[in-house]
């Protein structure tokens, strides 16, 4: 799948396809999934600047304690805020990783 669409394409539509049946929170109980692959898929989804797609970074950062992965999503929650929307972001960024 990689080499026909490009690896993009394919590790947003390996994370969707992957967490949409199954929570983040029990990815552990399937030793399969491509942690890899989905982690950079949930990064490009969340790049385009959706609230969905940069909670599910979120929670998926702080699930699997990526720092690198919870850097992004803050600062796509502080480019989020900047721009109109319905539902702004929480004001403490850090509050999902302690809960």
């Known amino acids: 799948m990689w080499e ?10 390996y994370a969707y396809l992957y967490t949409q049946p199954i929570p ?13 692959f989905i982690r950079s898929g949930l ?3 969340a790049r385009a600047g ?3 797609e940069i909670l599910m970074l979120q929670e998926f950062a702080c699930l699997q304690r990526d720092a690198d992965a919870l850097r992004e999503a803050q600062a796509l929650w502080k480019r989020y ?4 929307q ?9 509050a ?3 809960q």
């Not at 026909?4 to 539509?13: C, E, S």
């Not at 983040?24 to 890899?36: N, T």
């Open 81 to 84: 805020a900047n721009e109109p």
């Open 50 to 52: 959706s609230f969905d």
């Open 4 to 13: 026909v669409v490009g690896p993009a394409l394919a590790d947003r539509t």
């Open 43 to 45: 990064l490009e989804l």
């Open 24 to 36: 983040l929170s029990e990815l552990h109980k399937h030793p399969q999934a491509q942690l890899g």
């Open 96 to 98: 999902p990783c302690r």
């Open 86 to 94: 319905l539902r702004p972001p929480e004001p403490d960024l850090n």
